[in-house]
């Protein structure tokens, strides 16, 4: 019998964690706004946008068009790219009258620049993805290329969704960096490097280190972790099917053209039955023709199940930082007991485990009670820093924790009002595809009867 496969809600519910402690459901409810108050302290070190002078649910944002150019890299090489038209225009001015739009271009590596910033500086949100930087799991008669007019415009609309799905979240939208990103057309790359937010990301080793000696890690971010495997799993399989049911669909449609080119032979030789004919095989063209504006539509419905092919690499993001964290809680952990080992052996005389020093001293003999005395007190020095440490990432893991669920909380909401709605769409475009094929063979029938 088949093991029926894991409920993905059911992983993603919280379960105990030591020693970085559980959010009640008054924190969980309260860290959105809380957070949204602190972001500063989270972010670049530039401040953050106020109800005063900036409000991102007051403006409307728009990836209006794209364009093909040409231009030097870095590297003074030719290159050609896609620039695309970002307006923002004020719903309402203060006076109640409408503000002019405001307008700049951008290019894909500029989303992905400010992507990267909104990851190292708001580790415990889980930031929406960018579309896809090259087609992924589409039919064959679709151009896997990035400069194909078509793959652009799907791109465009891509990046207009990650600019509103930014905007209309309660912490990344009052930043300051996003906020520059969509009005200050030049300079804004120099700006993102001077916050230094490089120096704060994390290295892939570090992050590797950390997945594998982490001693006790937490059930639900390893939940998360397998939720999201298995999400991106799912998710690439039924792109698969899609693209392969798309392309069988395609080459059954474009036979249909053979019927339209058969009966119009057919009727050139058939005096009574020729008009039938005639219009039947013209029914026929219309049919095959359709099913390239059916895949079109499709696609849409496709890029809305790949943002969450994606979102499931920001979901494990959100659980290395958490690992991260967690590995250097327990390696400030062990070593604070590590040294009051060695202030309390120094104190007594009296050597617990085997190290070097303890052989020194056995064949050198004990050193004098002022150094002795001197080391002891570097060590406590050390131990008293050591436990503010431990204490300061403990404060600071319980804040992630916190911060961290209440988003992942938000997150699940949305997924499941977004691909509901993508999925009920789907099956309604499918139902109303297939009553246009009955009615095209309806039609072609009265053709028939009409003989």
């Known amino acids: ?18 020693p970085l402690g559980r959010p009640d459901d008054d924190d969980l409810e309260a860290a959105v706004s809380e957070e949204a108050e602190g972001a500063q302290e989270e972010g670049s070190g530039v401040d953050t946008m106020t109800e005063n002078n900036f409000s991102l649910k007051k403006i409307e944002i728009s990836v209006s068009e794209a364009e093909k150019r040409t231009g030097r890299n870095a590297v003074n090489m030719q290159e050609t790219y896609t620039a695309y038209l970002i307006e923002t225009r004020s719903v309402e001015h203060a006076d109640g009258q409408s503000v002019l739009t405001d307008s700049l271009w951008r290019r894909y590596s500029e989303f992905e620049l400010l992507r990267n910033y909104l990851l190292v500086c708001y580790p415990h949100i889980v930031v929406p993805p960018l579309p896809e930087k090259r087609a992924e799991f589409v039919w064959h008669k679709l151009s896997a ?43 804004w790359k120099e700006t993102v490097n001077e916050t230094g937010f490089q120096l704060k990301a994390d290295s892939r080793l570090k992050a590797l280190n950390a997945t594998f000696r982490v001693k ?62 005639q219009s039947a095989g013209h029914h026929m063209d219309v049919y095959a023709s359709s099913i390239d504006d059916i895949l079109e539509d499709e696609e849409h419905y496709a890029d809305q199940l790949k943002e969450y092919l994606f979102y499931a690499e920001a979901l494990r993001a959100v659980c290395r930082k958490h690992e991260l964290m967690q590995y250097d809680l327990e390696t400030a952990a062990q070593d604070l007991a590590s040294k009051k080992q060695q202030c309390e052996e120094l104190a007594t005389g009296t050597v617990r485990t085997f190290s070097l020093k303890g052989m020194t001293t056995k064949l050198f003999g004990q050193e004098a009670p002022e ?31 916190k911060n961290a669920w209440a988003d992942i909380e938000r997150f699940k909401e949305q997924k499941n009002r977004d691909l509901k709605e993508a999925l009920i769409s789907y099956a309604v475009m499918q139902i109303s595809m297939c009553r246009k094929g009955i009615q095209v063979w309806t039609n072609a029938k009265e053709c028939f009867s009409k003989m």
């Open 1 to 18: 019998m088949e093991q029926a496969p894991p409920d993905p809600e059911r992983q993603l519910q919280p379960a105990s964690l030591e």
């Open 145 to 187: 290329d990035n400069m194909d007019p078509d793959f652009v415009e799907r791109r465009r609309i891509g990046l207009e969704n990650f600019l509103l799905r930014v905007a209309s979240h309660p912490i990344l939208c009052r930043d300051k960096i996003f906020y520059l990103f969509l009005t200050q057309e030049g300079n």
């Open 216 to 277: 006790n890690p937490d059930k639900r971010f390893t939940e998360l972790k397998h939720y999201s495997d298995e999400l991106q799993s799912v998710v690439s399989h039924l792109l698969r099917v899609r693209a392969r049911v798309a392309d069988r669909l395609y080459g059954v449609y474009k036979v249909h053209g053979n019927y339209g080119r058969v009966f119009s032979e057919w009727s050139a030789i058939e005096k009574e039955m020729g008009d039938g004919l």
């Open 371 to 401: 150094q002795r005395e001197a080391r002891i007190k570097v060590l406590e020095e050390q131990i008293s820093e050591g436990e503010q440490q431990l204490k300061s990432k403990n404060t600071e893991g319980r804040e992630f924790v």
